[in-house]
């Protein structure tokens, strides 16, 4: 017995003290249960130290598919297994996956998901206990399912034990530990496997709370920058309105501070300010019609609005993302934008009510015209062109071309006409300047003038209506004219002609080619005329050949236009005549 005793103390193995005990089958039976206490405790001490170590790496761990790889490494060391793999908990989907594995050979398992129930996996993480078995195939006490089986056998994995990884109360997921033969698993296995679940589980939970917290410490930080970029364009749009800015310098500011190009368009598509575009780029400026920026055709867009109504858009481009602070800097600038544009509408409603109520005190030629000229918003001339305007004329302001606007002193309704006042001293070019508003506004204009500021500027709208009126009853829609465009039907009821300026106007193309080339296509048409557009009897009174009379009225209709000789334009041309050897003598 002491002999036994020394070698216990000596650790000596069990078959040396089976040898030495000899026939005492009490003494060797003893001695043999001591050994394997021993034995155990040793393996415990072993395991436990190999868990403080686990438990120390895992603490000093900071990425997540780092401690993972560390749990399922130790995982396979500690058991002695051929395999360890690890699923988490998808809340989302319901199910486990796949997320670690150390030992393993398949692509199909290593990315297997496991529904809860479904298999052993599913077993352990529906009910939160361990599980494991020495042949899983053919073990009939779990759900088998195809995706599982195909998986598990091409891993070739026969004995498995799951534990589940649970922090209080809250399932994360399952640790495994497997074999591609079939073994049993221990009760110290199934133990030392649960305590490394318990480790990391609680280490996976501490892992995600700091990631969870770096990740929001960054977004505060990406917040609070996107704040400070956000404030400064805010006072940087703020700035524009105060100081009375238009749309120019908000395209400009915003393709500023974004670093990209800004093209503003009006409700209708009409560019309004351009910052930086590219030549030749595509606006996709309908995309939108909302104050939401919208992806389109490769840029953003967003509509400018004001009371549910599209005063424009604004079109980003040169930019293929925007960060979230930057998307709302870009809607808020579509706001500035809608607000200056209603600023520019008001003020310009404003001003045209203004020059209308002072077009009304200057033709109803009640007030004092010296101080209305002073009132005048641009600087008043010596002599006007007066325009009324009949029709729906609710489009001719929009339609104005850039001379007009320019030359444009007062414009306003009056007595159901639409009146313009042109500081110019050609009614001719002025008639030529408004044909294609009066085509595409679709209203009749008539154009009076020069006349000077006063009472003569009175008298020269009064001409006008009665010229306009005279041109609907003529049926002449959709153009402009002079008195002199309607011949006769132009001089009947004014107060005054200028008859050289009307013989001009008729035949003034004819006479200067008579001047230049010693010709007399007016002594041709005096004769053709009377003898009732005759060529044949011309040619008699003129003693001369047909042909050449024809030849004369051909050059005729070169240089006065083919309708020449309607009934409209040969009566126009015979008055004409008169009063040019009326003037001659």
């Known amino acids: 017995m002491r002999e036994l005793l020394r070698l216990l103390a000596e650790d000596a193995s069990g078959s040396e003290l089976a040898r030495v005990a000899g026939d005492d089958a009490v003494a060797r039976d003893l001695a043999l249960r001591i050994r394997a206490v021993i034995d155990a405790s040793k393996k415990r001490e072993t395991e436990l130290t190999a868990l403080v170590e686990v438990a120390r790496e895992l603490a000093s761990a900071s990425d997540p598919s780092g401690v993972l790889d560390t749990i399922v490494h130790r995982a396979r060391t500690l058991v002695g297994a051929d395999v360890a793999y690890l699923t988490l908990y998808d809340e989302a989907r319901g199910d486990t996956y796949m997320r670690a594995t150390d030992g393993s050979l398949s692509a199909a398992f290593q990315q297997l998901r496991v529904p809860l129930g479904a298999g052993l996996g599913g077993l352990v993480a529906s009910a939160r206990r361990p599980y494991w078995t020495t042949d899983y195939p053919s073990d009939q006490r779990f759900r088998h399912t195809g995706p599982i089986d195909h998986a598990v056998g091409d891993e070739g994995l026969v004995a498995i034990c799951g534990t589940p990884l649970i922090v209080d109360e809250a399932f994360v997921g399952v640790l495994f530990a497997s074999n591609r033969?079939?073994?049993?698993?221990?009760?110290?296995?199934?133990?030392?496997?649960?305590?490394?679940?318990?480790?990391?589980?609680?280490?996976?939970?501490?892992?995600?709370?700091?990631?969870?917290?770096?990740?929001?410490?960054?977004?505060?930080?990406?917040?609070?920058?996107?704040?400070?970029?956000?404030?400064?364009?805010?006072?940087?749009?703020?700035?524009?309105?105060?100081?009375?800015?238009?749309?120019?310098?908000?395209?400009?500011?915003?393709?500023?501070?974004?670093?990209?190009?800004?093209v503003l368009v009006d409700a209708v598509g009409n560019e309004l300010a351009v910052a930086g575009r590219v030549p030749g780029t595509t606006v996709p400026w309908r995309e939108s019609s909302s104050g939401r920026l919208t992806r389109a055709d490769g840029c953003w867009v967003v509509a400018a609005t004001a009371k549910g109504e599209r005063l424009g858009a604004l079109v980003i481009g040169g930019v293929d993302d925007l960060s979230g602070a930057d998307q709302r800097i870009v809607e808020r600038a579509a706001v500035v934008t809608a607000l200056v544009l209603l600023f520019r509408r008001q003020a310009a409603e404003q001003s045209q009510r203004a020059q209308a109520d002072l077009l009304t005190d200057v033709l109803s030629g009640g007030g004092d015209f010296e101080r209305l000229r002073l009132l005048a918003p641009k600087r008043v001339h010596d002599r006007f062109v007066v325009a009324v305007c009949r029709g729906d004329h609710s489009a001719v302001r929009a339609r104005l071309s850039a001379p007009v606007e320019d030359k444009l002193v007062l414009s306003g309704p009056y007595g159901g006409d639409l009146v313009l006042l042109l500081a110019r001293t050609d009614a001719v070019t002025a008639a030529r300047e408004l044909s294609e508003v009066a085509k595409r506004a679709g209203v009749t204009i008539a154009v009076v003038g020069p006349a000077r500021w006063g009472e003569a500027l009175v008298d020269a709208h009064r001409q006008a209506v009665r010229l306009v009126t005279t041109m609907v009853r003529l049926g002449r829609h959709n153009e402009s004219a002079t008195p002199d465009d309607l011949g006769v039907a132009g001089l009947v009821g004014a107060p005054e002609v200028d008859v050289q300026a009307h013989?001009?106007?008729?035949?003034?193309?004819?006479?200067?080619?008579?001047?230049?080339?010693?010709?007399?296509?007016?002594?041709?048409?005096?004769?053709?005329?009377?003898?009732?557009?005759?060529?044949?009897?011309?040619?008699?009174?003129?003693?001369?050949?047909?042909?050449?009379?024809?030849?004369?009225l051909d050059r005729v209709g070169a240089l006065l236009g083919a309708e020449w000789q309607s009934p409209e334009h040969s009566l126009n041309l015979q008055v004409a005549l008169r009063l040019h050897q009326a003037i001659r003598g």
Do not use: K, M
Request: charged share 15%; hydrophobic share 55%.
């Open 181 to 262: 033969t079939a073994r049993p698993f221990s009760r110290e296995e199934v133990l030392l496997l649960g305590s490394l679940a318990a480790l990391a589980a609680v280490t996976i939970v501490q892992v995600r709370a700091a990631a969870e917290t770096a990740v929001a410490l960054e977004q505060l930080s990406e917040a609070h920058a996107g704040v400070e970029h956000a404030a400064a364009a805010h006072d940087r749009f703020a700035d524009i309105v105060l100081s009375g800015g238009d749309v120019d310098a908000v395209a400009a500011a915003l393709a500023e501070l974004l670093g990209v190009w800004v």
């Open 503 to 552: 013989v001009e106007h008729v035949l003034g193309a004819v006479i200067a080619y008579d001047a230049q080339r010693g010709t007399d296509l007016i002594g041709t048409l005096h004769a053709y005329f009377a003898a009732g557009q005759s060529p044949t009897r011309a040619a008699s009174a003129l003693h001369i050949h047909p042909n050449t009379v024809q030849q004369r």
